[in-house]
């Protein structure tokens, strides 16, 4: 019941996150005469982050799915509030890395350094940013960004609603579906677990009792969670950013259920197949997703401010 309660008060925000008024305000080349240097300085920003930890760039890139996700792309997964109840807190939050969000502070200490830019770009243009940096700079495709958001000043436990990894297709198509995105911006947007990793605790009750998933990759599995708590999601071509992961869903070596499930429904088989022998259409396919993502929930200045500090609302 509690996780029908969830279901409803994720659906009840839909139609607010899907307003397309906001939306409109997005361009590329916003910040043109406002901080022109932007793109370039979250792009060093980002890159030193990467060189520091691999992590940084699949945890960053994560992050903007979660903050787009739950209350639009607002930077609300930023916020740390005093009493606690923060999007951040919440359990389906929080395997969030903790590099993720360093790197998007970096970065926004990075714009602020310059005294033409400070205070004057959104925590969330700045995530939008650095999740495309984190994509390029791992070899993956370069795409243009719209920028134009505000950010939130709200940030709640119980707003956080996200997929499982025990989704089936249609619950994955659901959520998807209510953020304005198809079945195939899905299996796209889906593609980012080319990078990163998951912890043992979200696909070990899969190992030895999922017939979907390949033999010899579950003895793997068994012995990668007995020596540490984790697994890469692509373990092919780790930090890599590339179509590997499709191909590992047609040999049964895909880590969570909800990817795997993209091929073994074969109402989604087709996609998977199509990207893992295409990866410029998958890389195609993903950067349109990333815009279409990135409208979702987007905040004006008459809802929205931009943040001093991407942890707290001005």
């Known amino acids: 019941m509690a996780h029908l309660r969830l279901w ?30 932007l793109e370039a300085i979250v792009r060093s920003s980002v890159k030193q982050s990467m060189a520091q930890s691999p992590i940084a760039g699949p945890a960053a890139l994560r992050l903007f799915f979660h903050d787009c996700a739950v209350r639009g792309c607002d930077a609300s997964i930023m916020i740390v509030n005093s009493n606690s109840d923060d999007e951040w807190r919440n359990p389906d939050d929080q395997s969030l890395k903790p590099e993720g969000f360093q790197t998007i502070l970096a970065a926004k200490a990075a714009v602020d350094n310059d005294p033409q830019c400070r205070y004057k770009v959104s925590c969330a243009d700045i995530l939008a940013l650095a999740a495309r940096e984190a994509v390029s700079q791992s070899g993956g495709p370069y795409y243009q960004v719209e920028l134009g958001r505000y950010d939130g000043r709200i940030s ?8 499982h990894v025990d989704f089936n297709l249609d619950q994955l198509n659901a959520f998807f579906s209510g953020l304005g995105l198809s079945q195939t911006d899905m299996i796209a947007l889906s593609g980012g677990h080319t990078l990163g990793a998951a912890d043992c605790t979200f696909f070990q009750s899969r190992i030895g009792t999922d017939p979907s998933m390949d033999s010899g990759f579950a003895t793997q599995l068994r012995s990668t969670c007995a020596r540490q708590s ?23 070596r895909g880590l969570l259920g909800s990817d795997q499930v993209l091929y073994t429904d074969q109402r989604s088989r087709g996609t998977v197949n199509y990207y893992a022998s295409n990866q410029d259409a998958f890389f195609n396919n993903f950067t349109n997703a990333m815009t279409k ?22």
């Open 8 to 37: 409803s008060s994720f659906l009840a925000v839909v139609v607010m996150l899907l307003s397309p008024l906001a939306a409109a305000q997005l361009r590329t080349g916003y910040y043109a005469s406002i901080c022109p240097k």
């Open 156 to 163: 709640t436990k119980s707003s956080v609603v996200l997929p």
């Open 230 to 252: 984790f697994a890469l999601l692509d373990a092919a071509t780790p930090g890599g950013f590339d179509n590997s992961y499709f191909k590992n869903l047609q040999g049964g």
């Open 293 to 314: 993502l990135g409208r979702v929930g987007v905040k004006t200045a008459a809802n929205g401010e931009i943040r001093r500090d991407c942890r707290t609302p001005n």
